[in-house]
């Protein structure tokens, strides 16, 4: 697995939930490239709780979205918005775990739309979450 750099890191005005490092409220996550997937390694802390000990189903859903539009960026060199998410729970995932896996890759492409499939998975390697985001993106020359 090959790390992603953060293209925005140390910009004053960068403050995403998702992935921003300096953000003290966000989940900062961090990304790599493995093969045709991006890759998230994950560690759940108990402010992102839901019922006790169980990360929040809403937090899941921001992890999952964000590895999707880190597929778009990588993977299509460009960026999008998210038109719809899918959202299947199968297991609760303790907010005391050590670590999460996230991992998600394009589905298919049709013209300026993107199916991209995502799955969380807890310690033992459980598929906990998984998701299928439709993302629309935009042409690389305005993405810039």
């Keep these: 697995m090959k790390k992603i750099i953060?293209?925005?890191?140390?910009?004053?005005?960068?403050?995403?939930?998702?992935?921003?490092?300096?953000?003290?409220?966000?989940?900062k996550m961090e990304f790599f490239e493995d093969g045709d997937e991006i890759v998230s390694i994950w560690k759940p802390r108990p402010e992102f709780q839901g019922w006790i000990?169980?990360?929040?189903?809403?937090?899941?859903?921001?992890?999952?979205d964000e590895i999707c539009a880190w597929v778009v960026l990588r993977k299509l060199q460009?960026?999008?918005?998210?038109?719809?998410?899918?959202?299947?729970?199968r297991k609760a995932i303790n907010t005391n775990d050590s670590h999460v896996v996230l991992r998600a890759s394009i589905k298919e492409v049709k013209r300026n739309i993107v199916f991209i499939e995502a799955?969380?998975?807890?310690?033992?390697?459980d598929l906990c979450t998984e998701a299928l985001c439709t993302y629309f993106v935009f042409p690389q020359e305005k993405a810039k």
């Design 78 to 89: 460009t960026t999008g918005v998210t038109s719809k998410m899918e959202t299947r729970y």
């Design 6 to 27: 953060n293209p925005w890191k140390g910009l004053p005005e960068y403050k995403c939930f998702g992935c921003a490092p300096d953000n003290e409220s966000g989940v």
């Design 119 to 125: 799955r969380l998975y807890n310690k033992e390697g």
């Design 53 to 64: 000990d169980t990360l929040h189903g809403g937090i899941q859903a921001v992890l999952l």
